[in-house]
């Protein structure tokens, strides 16, 4: 199996080497064998962040994989993992900050399905587990559908009332709800917000991750304002969304201080999770909790090619010295 993988590997790459970098097989691969020693660098962040064209010095910016991956295993607590893990367990856990209805399949009734159905008309359906927007689909009830069939299929999964996000949010496209990524590290006393960043689907799919052709965009930490253009998984700039025709570089998200404030509050309830993903929808009145991810991923870094790793440095130094201090405070 994972001889197969690493020859999927192998083929992918040397796939991409005339796309981006004009054939130089050689060339290439020995940088991506330095890369990967020296930086952690995968196949994927080799072209994803360009490392090409850039420097040891530059290179040395980015949270690669292997580097992300580190974080993960040294700064969030297996035990405390389970609580974003399962969808059922995250959604209970950070109930403060949801307030559409909600079911768990595998813990109710064909008939307690029947009435949410009634209520809602169409639903989103997603497994209790797993990531990147897999098998996440839309249902709409009718009298002519099979009902005891499709609840028989949902089993271990939750079914959710569809979020009426904000209008300026629903616009740039109707299907999906465009959800706002941000990744925090919490130092052992303040949540210190990385990077955040615009998540938006494309055409006639509900969901807004890259792996489902979805775009993502740089959001302005400081004011809310999306500072870039849209790229998609293969790295194609949009200025404007390809479905919608809506212009997303430069809009001001809103409730944006409402939003940190939030996610801070959220990332207390978790301190043994240092290192987390939040995707929040903006609503007309407020914001909502969709899921947190333990393992968050890095690819935002590859919109403006601006690396990550120096802030979580920082935080890392911040957590050291905190930790000192109150080892200091308890012996004396």
Partial sequence: MKIALLKEQVKRFNCRIPLYCGGRYIKCWLDLIWSAARFGCSPNDYFHYEFHRKSNWEKNKFTTYRRSQGLIRKYNNPESVLKVLDKRVSNRFFADFISREWLDTSSCTCED???????HKEVIIKPAKGGSG?????YSHSEEKDMERQFAETKDCLVEEIIKQH???????PASVNAIRVITFFDGQDVNIIACYLKIGVGNTVIDNTGAGGLFAKIDTDTGIVISSCRDKHLQKYFIHPFSGVQVTGIRIPHWTL?????KKAALLVP??????????????????????HDPGHIGQAVEQAGTYHIFKKCITNLKNNRRKASKTLSS
Avoid: H, P, Q
């Fill in 113 to 119: 399905f029947g009435r949410f159905l009634s209520r």
């Fill in 259 to 263: 939003l940190l404030e939030t996610v």
């Fill in 167 to 173: 209008r300026l949010m629903r616009s740039l496209n």
């Fill in 272 to 293: 043994g999770l240092k290192y987390l993903g939040w995707d929040f929808a903006i609503l007309e009145n407020g914001v909502e909790f969709i899921e947190a991810n």
């Fill in 134 to 138: 897999k098998n996440i689909f839309k």
